[in-house]
């Protein structure tokens, strides 16, 4: 999946000329946490968002510092906050160095640029030009689909559901595959045996319920707490 597959179009923005009051306007009034700014020409200029409106003056909530670290941080720094908690216009406030992607940009990158860089949406650039955006809403949107698709591959039988069960859990370190006895009967998995720690069993149950052709599972597995000797059961006894 690529970010042309997710990405939202066509794209809200302002202009570095637009009012910060409109700006707001249009954000609250389209449920949005951020927009993007472009020139006349259509080319990404910046991005304006929540972030960047947090510290105002009019809300008494801007930053505020000891003259002293102007010598230690340089009087550039704290100029650059007095204008943001103070302009009016979005070229003032807006954040100027942006992280994009390109339609072709895979959707695992979009993700981790997105978490590397912390940020909530991407613009997406295409020959200097802003053609799209993939905000963490997208990514959900195409998580729901995804989880949404049915399955129209031919059922497997019992024994080749049991193999599948038993290879996926071996190729995990953490899953006691030697403990754990698996039987399958009609789609339905139950599980019997040992864990070595009660940590596992729910990445256990995931493993098993993400493979194609399992229709429910019975878990019977249980842990001993290690110090005091204690049985711990399966929620589901």
């Given at each position: 999946?690529?970010?042309?597959?997710?990405?939202?179009?066509?794209?809200?923005?302002?202009?570095?000329?637009?009012?910060?009051?409109?700006?707001?306007e249009?954000?609250?009034?389209?449920?949005?946490?951020?927009?993007?700014?472009?020139?006349?020409?259509?080319?990404?200029?910046?991005?304006?968002?929540?972030?960047?409106?947090?510290?105002?003056?009019?809300?008494?909530?801007?930053?505020?510092?000891?003259?002293?670290?102007?010598?230690?941080?340089?009087?550039?720094?704290?100029?650059?906050?007095?204008?943001?908690?103070?302009?009016?216009?979005?070229?003032e406030?807006?954040t100027?160095?942006?992280?994009?992607?390109?339609?072709?940009?895979?959707?695992?990158?979009?993700?981790?640029?997105?978490?590397?860089?912390?940020?909530?949406?991407?613009?997406?650039?295409?020959?200097?030009?802003?053609?799209?955006?993939v905000?963490?809403?997208?990514?959900?949107?195409?998580?729901?689909?995804?989880?949404?698709?049915?399955?129209?591959a031919?059922?497997?039988?019992?024994?080749?559901?049991?193999?599948a069960?038993?290879?996926?859990?071996?190729?995990?370190?953490?899953?006691?595959?030697?403990?754990?006895?698996?039987?399958?009967?009609?789609?339905?998995?139950?599980?019997?045996?040992?864990?070595?720690?009660?940590?596992?069993?729910t990445?256990?149950?995931?493993?098993?319920?993400?493979?194609?052709?399992?229709?429910?599972?019975?878990?019977?597995?249980?842990?001993?707490?290690?110090?005091?000797?204690?049985?711990?059961?399966?929620?589901?006894?």
């Amino acid at each position: 999946m690529r970010a042309a597959d997710i990405m939202t179009v066509p794209v809200i923005s302002v202009s570095p000329e637009t009012s910060l009051k409109d700006a707001v306007e249009l954000m609250l009034q389209h449920h949005v946490s951020g927009l993007p700014v472009t020139d006349a020409d259509g080319r990404l200029a910046g991005v304006i968002s929540e972030a960047d409106l947090l510290c105002r003056k009019e809300l008494g909530t801007e930053r505020r510092h000891a003259r002293w670290l102007e010598f230690i941080f340089g009087a550039g720094h704290f100029a650059e906050d007095y204008a943001r908690s103070r302009g009016r216009q979005v070229n003032e406030v807006m954040t100027s160095r942006v992280v994009t992607g390109s339609p072709e940009t895979p959707l695992e990158t979009v993700v981790d640029l997105m978490n590397r860089h912390r940020i909530k949406r991407l613009p997406i650039v295409e020959s200097g030009r802003l053609v799209g955006i993939v905000s963490r809403s997208d990514v959900l949107h195409a998580l729901a689909g995804a989880l949404a698709e049915v399955n129209l591959a031919v059922q497997p039988d019992d024994a080749a559901l049991r193999k599948a069960i038993l290879d996926k859990l071996g190729g995990h370190g953490w899953a006691p595959t030697a403990l754990i006895n698996v039987q399958v009967q009609d789609g339905e998995v139950e599980l019997r045996g040992t864990l070595t720690d009660e940590r596992e069993r729910t990445p256990i149950r995931i493993a098993i319920e993400n493979i194609p052709g399992v229709k429910a599972i019975q878990d019977h597995l249980i842990s001993v707490e290690p110090i005091s000797g204690t049985v711990i059961y399966s929620p589901d006894e």
